[in-house]
C-alpha cells in the first residue's frame, strides 16, 4: 500500500510568487492536513480537508489556501510568499476521526 | 521580528538502555494522542498511539503512558537502538475540535550512544 506522496520534495521561490504543494493520500483515506514545520514554531496546523470540505482551519493568513478533489488529493496554495514562509509543509491522511494521521516526505519550500 | 529555532529538549542514551521521553499536554479535552518519530529529512513516522479511555498500550519495544491528571504522556523505548536516534513529538487531538486537527508539542531529541 503506498504512502503518503507529496510534490515536489523540493521548491526554491522568489518573494512575492505563489506556489502550490500537491499531496495524495493514502488510498481509502478521506482526511488530509496540512503542517507547516519551522525551527522556530515547530509543527503548527494549516488545514484540513474531508470529503472536498475545509473541515478545521489554524491560525493562518488568508494567503494560504487549499482544497482537495474528489480522489481524495489535496493541493494547498501560498500567494505572495514571504520569506518567513520558507518551510517544510507537510501532509497527513487519515481514515476519520481518531484514527492514525500517517505523514508524507514533506515538501521543503525555500523562499529566498 | 527576528525567528529563534526552538531548543530541544534532548536526550543521550547508550545502546541498550531504556529510553522514557515524557510530554506535557495542553488540552483537558482532547481524547487521542499519537507519538511520532521524525528523522532528518523526513517526515514524522507514526509509532504509537492512545485513546484517553485508556492508560497503557503497548506496541513493539515502546510503550506509552497516559496521565489525564496531570495532563502527562510518556513514550518507553526498551532496548534503545541507534535506529531509534531522531526526535519525538507527541501530538493530541482535542475533542471540541471537529476533524483531524492535531496539536503537536515541540519534541525530543534522542540521540542514542553504540
Known amino acids: 500500500k503506498a504512502g503518503v506522496t507529496q510534490t515536489p520534495r523540493y521548491l526554491i521561490k522568489t518573494r512575492g510568487q505563489q506556489v502550490t504543494l500537491s499531496c495524495s493520500p493514502i488510498?481509502?483515506?478521506?482526511?488530509v492536513s496540512w503542517y507547516q514545520q519551522t525551527p522556530g514554531q515547530g509543527l503548527q496546523f494549516l488545514f484540513e480537508?474531508?470529503?472536498?470540505?475545509?473541515?478545521n482551519k489554524g491560525n493562518f493568513p488568508g494567503r494560504f489556501s487549499g482544497r482537495q478533489f474528489s480522489n481524495s488529493r489535496s493541493e494547498m496554495n501560498v500567494s505572495t510568499l514571504e520569506l518567513g514562509d520558507s518551510a517544510l509543509y507537510l501532509c497527513?491522511?487519515?481514515?476519520?476521526?481518531?484514527?492514525?494521521?500517517?505523514f508524507g516526505q514533506g515538501t521543503r519550500l525555500t523562499v529566498v | 521580528g527576528e525567528s529563534v529555532g526552538l531548543h530541544l529538549p534532548t536526550l543521550s542514551v547508550q545502546e541498550g538502555d531504556n529510553s522514557i521521553i515524557n510530554c506535557a499536554y495542553s488540552?483537558?479535552?482532547?481524547?487521542?494522542f499519537i507519538w511520532y518519530k521524525q528523522e532528518s529529512g523526513k517526515g514524522p513516522q507514526f509509532i504509537i498511539d492512545?485513546?484517553?479511555?485508556?492508560d497503557k498500550r503497548q506496541g513493539q519495544r515502546v510503550t506509552v503512558l497516559l496521565n489525564k491528571t496531570v495532563k502527562h504522556l510518556s513514550l518507553q523505548i526498551a532496548a534503545t537502538q541507534p535506529g531509534d536516534s531522531a526526535v519525538y513529538f507527541c501530538?493530541?487531538?482535542?475533542?471540541?475540535?471537529?476533524?483531524?486537527?492535531?496539536?503537536f508539542g515541540q519534541g525530543t531529541e534522542l540521540s542514542v550512544k553504540p
Open positions: 497527513a491522511s487519515s481514515f476519520g476521526e481518531n484514527t492514525e494521521a500517517f
Open positions: 488510498s481509502g483515506h478521506r482526511s
Open positions: 488540552n483537558s479535552a482532547s481524547d487521542y
Open positions: 501530538a493530541e487531538r482535542p475533542l471540541d475540535n471537529q476533524g483531524g486537527k492535531l496539536i
Open positions: 480537508y474531508f470529503s472536498e470540505t475545509q473541515r
Open positions: 492512545i485513546r484517553s479511555n485508556m
